[in-house]
């Protein structure tokens, strides 16, 4: 699996390359949208973990 995500990132990284090189534009944008893909990626993360606590919260209440 490790191994096919690599190819996956170096065919990415390839295609990004191109991008900038016929279109700088295009290739700021994909690399901004990456990075908005990984903040969404954290903050879903912390959310999950809010959720998970809040969860939890809940249940030591109803426990009571």
């Given at each position: 699996m490790r191994d096919e995500l690599s190819v996956i990132l170096d065919r990415y990284?390839?295609?990004?390359?191109?991008?900038?090189?016929k279109d700088p534009a295009a290739g700021e944008q994909i690399e901004n949208s990456r990075k908005t893909v990984e903040r969404l990626k954290?903050?879903?993360?912390?959310?999950?973990r809010f959720q998970k606590a809040l969860s939890r919260k809940k249940q030591t209440q109803h426990a009571r």
């Open positions: 990284e390839q295609l990004v390359g191109r991008l900038r090189e954290k903050f879903n993360g912390k959310l999950v």
